[in-house]
């Protein structure tokens, strides 16, 4: 069965529109350090290291320590938890998607 806690972790990360953008830029490129992410960000660098310190709890980025800056890439084995919660519940919308299909079916004879 899928583990709830981790989804949540996951869920609740990519929940906040900030957060998400930020992990879609570092999903963008290869790595990005803080200033990257804080330029044209409109959001203070000490809201962005928060930001990351979340998704990498969450397990969606890595960072690598060069000199005094660090580098963020993301983890793609942290969206698993979702995409497995996803598969779980994909069976009802292919149901729903094949139902739809029959309905349409029948209003264009």
């Known amino acids: 069965m899928i583990q709830a806690t ?4 996951v869920m609740r ?7 998400r953008a930020v992990f879609e ?6 790595e990005m350090n803080v200033v990257e992410l ?8 000490g809201a ?9 709890q969450a397990g969606l980025v890595a960072e690598r320590p060069e000199g005094r800056k660090v580098y963020y890439r993301v983890q ?13 519940y994909a069976v009802f919308w292919r149901d729903g998607f ?3 299909k029959n309905l349409l079916k029948e209003i264009d004879r």
Do not use: F
């Open 25 to 30: 830029r570092i999903a963008g490129s290869e």
């Open 48 to 56: 962005i290291s928060q930001h990351l310190k979340l998704l990498k």
């Open 6 to 9: 981790s989804i949540d972790v």
């Open 38 to 45: 804080t330029r044209a960000s409109g959001v203070t660098q």
């Open 98 to 100: 094949n139902n739809l």
């Open 13 to 19: 990360a990519l929940a906040d529109p900030t957060r």
């Open 76 to 88: 793609p084995q942290g969206l698993e938890p979702l995409a497995d919660w996803m598969d779980h």
